[in-house]
């Protein structure tokens, strides 16, 4: 257990349907991460939250959207999702978001868009 | 743009050496991190070089050159629940991840 965890583990969705993945950290940490993980390819990372500000959208499209309600939580919202969006989608945080920071990452959420 | 280059696959005999080695281009470059994933897990860090030089935790260590852009992930005396995914890492910027099959 990384203390981060992410609900839910599975999920299948139409591409008209709207689900929201959640991340919650027991770490006490200030910044949280979205990334997207696909077969074979690099980390992807989608979002970053320092203090529940977002600091960073990696030209991430518009039927994602992220909330951070405060600094223990993190959902990403879906909507109108493509099939290509199927991947595993993971969330990380860390202590702030200076780039010598571990993160430490959740098991993610398989999600299969049909 | 940021990229990190690490092979993609690597197959070894229990109780053998793997070197994972990581070739990066990266702006503001700050250091060399490595995380093991294994198959459905999560990422989990395994060490960090800011500095030049060699970092030894256990059996792992970690290796940096800045002044080549490269590092390595050295794994010894492997064991079969090293078989995983290893990933590079610049903070926020990520390799594609080598995975390490570990045979009997």
């Known amino acids: ?29 200030n910044a949280m991460y979205w990334y997207k993980q696909s077969a074979k390819k690099p980390l992807e990372l ?13 030209s991430v499209p518009s039927r994602f959207s992220p909330e951070c309600p405060n600094s223990s939580h993190l959902f990403l919202h879906l909507h109108t999702l493509q099939p290509e969006d ?9 202590q702030d978001s200076g780039r010598e920071d571990t993160q430490y990452f959740g098991p993610g959420t398989r999600l299969t868009v049909l | ?6 092979p993609s696959e690597v197959t ?6 793997v070197q994972i080695n990581c070739t990066y281009q990266t702006s503001g ?36 050159s800045r002044s080549d852009s490269y590092g390595y992930l050295l794994l010894q005396e492997l064991q079969m629940k090293d078989s995983a995914s ?19």
């Open chain 1, 86 to 94: 199927s991947a595993l989608y993971l969330c990380a945080s860390s």
């Open chain 2, 86 to 104: 290893y990933f590079c890492a610049d903070k926020l910027s990520f390799g594609a991840g080598t995975t390490v099959t570990v045979r009997a």
């Open chain 1, 46 to 58: 989608m979002f970053v939250y320092n203090f529940k500000e977002q600091t960073e959208n990696n």
């Open chain 2, 29 to 64: 470059f700050y250091g060399l991190s490595w995380y093991q994933q294994h198959d459905g897990g999560a990422p989990t860090f395994l060490s960090y070089n800011a500095l030049d030089g060699l970092e030894e935790t256990g059996r792992f260590s970690s290796f940096l």
């Open chain 2, 12 to 17: 070894a005999v229990e109780g053998a050496i």
């Open chain 1, 1 to 29: 257990e990384t203390g981060v965890t992410q609900t839910p583990r599975h999920l299948v969705m139409g591409m008209t349907n709207k689900k929201s993945l959640k991340c919650e950290q027991h770490l006490g940490h």
């Open chain 2, 1 to 6: 743009g940021q990229s990190l280059e690490q």
